[in-house]
């Protein structure tokens, strides 16, 4: 039997936990546990879940698979909220303004949505701490169909209409500041990671529809682009090096992009198409829910099938 060695030109790391970012491949022994692991990449696929209460579109997205949320959109009394535990949808405490075409990010506990229409344009802010949505400090712009990234203490905020913009903000938990702007002024753009590590993702039309920017806390940098459209809102998920893009554009969309820091790579579709939807998670575990292409109530968990294996223990 050939040598592990003579096959990949390595041997086995000896380590005494497991490697915590591994690539496809890779195999170690755990000296703690006394085990000889490996890691192994399987495609990714969505599974249909629960549906939400009340079926929309143009509403915020936040949150994990198993504690998400969404608030506001059109179709539905549009300051509706409602939290998702990985099983159900319960609807709770509507937000203050109802509105649509925002911006936010954060968990289902700790949530920052900011600007949209009600109409009209607005740049109101809300903060929501699992319970209550609270108003807090306006955006210095009025601005629908941006992005976010962060949670209520530290945000970001930027591109979006009207006219396109490229402005971001910064959200210090009490004021908005106006910082450096995009590369490309864009709108029906999505973010994700935080206030010093973001993502921007997709846009409005040719060629921001495939764009994507990194922020470092101080400037944007454009990066790789996706492979597929990504205009109206095509939700994102994960941190500023691991995300996931899902559906998107006019018509609706199936595709799913996973990013691992440096390029996009093409995953295995959704079961139903979406445009105008919500979502978030991370880059192995996310979800999206309802939309403006039927069925408008639906929800969809992604799986990355990545795990590590253990081989054999001592």
């Given at each position: 039997?050939?040598?592990?060695?003579?096959?990949?030109?390595?041997?086995?790391?000896?380590?005494?936990?497991?490697?915590?970012?591994?690539?496809?491949?890779?195999?170690?022994?755990?000296?703690?546990?006394?085990?000889?692991?490996?890691?192994?990449?399987?495609?990714?696929?969505?599974?249909?879940?629960?549906?939400?209460?009340?079926?929309?579109?143009?509403?915020?997205?936040?949150?994990?698979?198993?504690?998400?949320?969404?608030?506001?959109?059109?179709?539905?009394?549009?300051?509706?909220?409602?939290?998702?535990?990985?099983?159900?949808?319960?609807?709770?405490?509507?937000?203050?303004?109802?509105?649509?075409?925002?911006?936010?990010?954060?968990?289902?506990?700790?949530?920052?949505?900011?600007?949209?229409?009600?109409?009209?344009?607005?740049?109101?802010?809300?903060?929501?701490?699992?319970?209550?949505?609270?108003?807090?400090?306006?955006?210095?712009?009025?601005?629908?169909?941006?992005?976010?990234?962060?949670?209520?203490?530290?945000?970001?905020?930027?591109?979006?209409?009207?006219?396109?913009?490229?402005?971001?903000?910064?959200?210090?938990?009490?004021?908005?500041?106006?910082?450096?702007?995009?590369?490309?002024?864009?709108?029906?753009?999505?973010?994700?990671?935080?206030?010093?590590?973001?993502?921007?993702?997709?846009?409005?039309?040719?060629?921001?529809?495939?764009a994507t920017e990194s922020w470092n806390g101080t400037n944007w940098t454009t990066v790789g682009s996706l492979n597929s459209p990504g205009s109206r809102h095509r939700a994102t998920a994960g941190t500023q090096t691991a995300a996931l893009a899902m559906g998107g554009r006019p018509g609706g969309s199936r595709s799913t992009e996973s990013w691992n820091g440096t390029s996009w790579?093409?995953?295995?579709?959704?079961?139903?198409?979406?445009?105008?939807?919500?979502?978030?998670?991370?880059?192995?575990?996310?979800?999206?829910?309802?939309?403006?292409?039927?069925?408008?109530?639906?929800?969809?968990?992604?799986?990355?099938?990545?795990?590590?294996?253990?081989?054999?223990?001592?």
């Amino acid at each position: 039997m050939p040598e592990y060695k003579s096959i990949k030109g390595l041997t086995i790391q000896e380590v005494a936990s497991d490697p915590p970012a591994p690539i496809e491949g890779q195999v170690w022994y755990n000296t703690t546990t006394s085990a000889l692991k490996g890691y192994i990449n399987n495609p990714g696929s969505w599974a249909t879940a629960n549906d939400v209460n009340t079926g929309r579109y143009s509403m915020m997205g936040t949150g994990t698979q198993t504690a998400g949320l969404i608030a506001g959109g059109l179709g539905a009394p549009t300051g509706q909220t409602e939290t998702y535990n990985g099983t159900s949808w319960t609807e709770v405490n509507d937000m203050n303004t109802t509105r649509y075409n925002m911006g936010g990010d954060g968990t289902q506990t700790d949530t920052l949505f900011f600007g949209g229409q009600t109409p009209p344009t607005v740049a109101l802010t809300e903060s929501w701490n699992g319970t209550n949505w609270t108003e807090v400090n306006d955006l210095n712009t009025a601005k629908y169909h941006l992005a976010g990234a962060g949670n209520s203490t530290a945000a970001l905020a930027f591109g979006g209409f009207f006219p396109l913009l490229a402005e971001t903000e910064t959200w210090n938990g009490t004021n908005w500041t106006e910082v450096n702007n995009l590369n490309t002024a864009r709108a029906y753009v999505r973010g994700c990671g935080t206030n010093t590590a973001a993502l921007a993702v997709g846009g409005n039309e040719p060629p921001t529809e495939r764009a994507t920017e990194s922020w470092n806390g101080t400037n944007w940098t454009t990066v790789g682009s996706l492979n597929s459209p990504g205009s109206r809102h095509r939700a994102t998920a994960g941190t500023q090096t691991a995300a996931l893009a899902m559906g998107g554009r006019p018509g609706g969309s199936r595709s799913t992009e996973s990013w691992n820091g440096t390029s996009w790579t093409v995953e295995n579709d959704l079961n139903d198409v979406k445009t105008l939807h919500g979502g978030d998670g991370s880059s192995t575990s996310a979800f999206v829910a309802a939309g403006d292409e039927s069925p408008f109530t639906s929800t969809e968990e992604w799986d990355a099938g990545i795990s590590t294996k253990t081989f054999s223990t001592g």
